[in-house]
């Protein structure tokens, strides 16, 4: 149980177009999802913290127009990165957490970005 | 503030050995859970093991102990009778509740030798 989804794997497109990531919970109900960037030999870092049905908080330094998030229902949440640079070019996780009690995150698998 | 440590950025270790990942955090919350994650070459980032601050004994997963020492502070992971397939990045993160976020380390690339 609790899977995490992401599509696509991978994609590569080119500079000025926009790019949307899908995060799915499979089996499990997401209150909440959380979009990170991960560059090369980095750690994780949180962009956006996402509730289903509401407008999506950002990490400081992250712009919310370049990095649209939607939360639309309770198993999928997308991130749309607007007009893509070759500096957006990362790794991009996103994870999901259900409404109860415990802190636990379950992760997608990721998808890489490659802007050209 | 909240914070995870790692002061290891990377560790070579012969298989079969045991091996273990430090990691120190801090907060001043009474409450809060720390988290070992394994993510391979592959990219995906795999649960390993849970530690909650409230709990009496250290957490064991199969191969995965997490050494906790809370007045040190410490949330080392211990890896028994390492394996090839353990080569990857670990890193460690904590969860607190009123920052509704995962803290992460900074990560510890570990190489197993055959």
């Known amino acids: 149980g609790a899977v995490v989804s992401q599509h696509p794997s991978w994609v590569i497109c080119k500079s000025g177009t926009s790019v949307k990531i899908e995060c799915r919970s499979l089996d499990f109900q997401a209150t909440t999802m959380f979009w990170y960037r991960q560059f090369p030999k980095q750690s994780l870092m949180l962009m956006a913290t996402?509730?289903?049905?509401?407008?999506?908080?950002?990490e400081q330094g992250v712009e919310k127009d370049k990095f649209l998030i939607n939360h639309a229902s309770l198993t999928l949440s997308t991130l749309t990165v607007t007009s893509a640079h070759p500096e957006d070019s990362s790794f991009y996780i996103c994870s999901a957490k259900t409404g109860t009690g415990d802190n636990e995150q379950f992760f997608g698998p990721g998808t890489r970005l490659t802007v050209l | 503030a909240q914070k995870i440590t790692q002061t290891q950025p990377g560790m070579f270790v012969q298989e079969k050995e045991a091996v273990t990942l430090d990691c120190t955090y801090d907060t001043s919350d009474p409450s809060y859970g720390l988290f070992w994650y394994k993510q391979p070459s592959s990219g995906e980032m795999i649960f390993l093991i849970y530690q909650g601050s409230y709990d009496q004994q250290n957490a064991t997963e199969g191969r995965y102990s997490l050494n906790f020492q809370k007045a040190r502070k410490s949330a080392n992971l211990v890896i028994s009778a390492s394996q090839l397939g353990d080569s990857a990045m670990y890193f460690c993160?904590?969860?607190?509740?009123?920052?509704?976020?995962?803290?992460w380390g900074a990560g510890t690339k570990l190489i197993i030798k055959p």
């Open positions: 993160a904590m969860w607190v509740d009123s920052n509704y976020q995962l803290i």
């Open positions: 996402s509730n289903e049905g509401s407008k999506a908080t950002y």
